[in-house]
Every structure is written in C-alpha cells, then in structure tokens.
Nanobody, 121 residues
Framework: QVQLVESGGGSVQAGGSLRLSCAAS????????MGWFRQAPGKEREGVAR???????IYVDSVKGRFTISKDNAKGTLYLRMNSLKPEDTAIYYC???????????????WGQGTQVTVSS
C-alpha cells in the first residue's frame, strides 16, 4: 500500500522560504515520477514541479528560479524547496507519485493528504 505523507507547510511572509517534505512508503521513488501540486481556494489544482526517475525536473513557469524539487531515493523522500515566496503561492500543496517520464499529470496515481502553505504580504 502506497502512502505519501507531506510535512513542512506553514505561514511565512512574502520573500520567505519553506521546505516541504514527502515521505513515501510502499513506493519506489527511484523508478517512477514524483511531483508537487497545489490548489488555491476557488482554483483548479496546478502542477508545480515534477521529477523523473533520473532526477530531471520540470517546473511550472510561475515558480522557475524560486522552487527546487529534489528527492532522496535512499530515504524515499521528496522535497520542495521554496524561496522568494509570494502571496500567490498560498495553497494546499500535495505530494503525488506515479507513471514514468515525462511524468504527465494524468499518470499520477497516488496522492498525499496535503499541507497548507500561507504567504502573507
């Protein structure tokens, strides 16, 4: 049974930083895609960053240069380092896993419960 558990969310002021973690169990992080998605109130879920088997990242344009996705296969953990946070980054952030490169959103089968990120101006 695959379980994804996020942690690291919180409230920060604009310009601040947070690092999200996602601990995966029952899932081989080094074989398949993993990613971070977010959903703000009243908006559709958005893919923020995805990473493939060999560590190649894909970012949505709005976070390029500010967010970094990475994974530690030995620990089975996915990370999202978020710098220069903006109020528009406020959302629930979800960890997801599934599929193979190029990691299309439709192939993500497993989802965490989400962690809230709030950025105040």
């Amino acid at each position: 049974q695959v379980q994804l558990v996020e942690s690291g969310g919180g409230s920060v002021q604009a310009g601040g930083s947070l690092r999200l973690s996602c601990a995966a169990s029952g899932y081989t992080t080094n074989n398949y895609c993993m990613g971070w998605f977010r959903q703000a109130p009243g908006k559709e879920r958005e893919g923020v960053a995805r990473i493939g088997r060999f560590g190649t990242p894909i970012y949505v344009d709005s976070v390029k240069g500010r967010f970094t996705i990475s994974k530690d296969n030995a620990k089975g953990t996915l990370y999202l380092r978020m710098n220069s946070l903006k109020p528009e980054d406020t959302a629930i952030y979800y960890c997801a896993a599934g599929g193979t490169w190029p990691c299309p959103q439709s192939n993500f089968r497993y989802w965490g419960q989400g962690t809230q990120v709030t950025v105040s101006s």
